[in-house]
């Protein structure tokens, strides 16, 4: 049993700053990669940032520069650095990581996090 925990979120100012936390905990387990996805309402669920086991990072085009993905493996938490944020920025936040195990990789989500960006 692995538990996915999300923390942080809220409510910022354009060009503000804000940091996500997705924390793993649970019976032995191996972690492949962890996702961050916004959804936006009426909106599809859109990949945002992705650190592999190895560090390895992707980004969305729409947060380059902006964002930034880390992983401290100590306490098997990953998190999601936004800066300079932009109302368009504002969306539910969900956690994804990517588990291995006997019975193949599997995903486990989040609960979702609010980050709302207005003046």
């Known amino acids: 049993q692995v538990q996915v925990v999300e923390s942080g979120g809220g409510l910022e100012q354009p060009g503000g700053s804000m940091r996500l936390s997705c924390a793993a905990s649970g019976n032995r387990f191996n972690i492949w990669g962890t996702g961050w996805h916004r959804e936006a309402p009426g909106k599809q669920r859109e990949l945002v940032a992705f650190?592999?086991?190895?560090?390895?990072?992707n980004y969305a085009d729409s947060v380059k520069g902006r964002f930034t993905i880390s992983r401290d493996n100590t306490t098997n938490t990953v998190y999601l650095q936004m800066n300079n944020l932009k109302p368009e920025d504002t969306a539910v936040y969900y956690c994804?990581?990517?588990?291995?195990?006997?019975?193949?990789?599997?995903?486990?989500w989040g609960q979702g996090t609010q980050v709302t960006v207005s003046s």
């Open positions: 650190i592999s086991s190895y560090g390895n990072t």
């Open positions: 994804n990581v990517i588990l291995t195990g006997a019975e193949g990789e599997y995903d486990l």
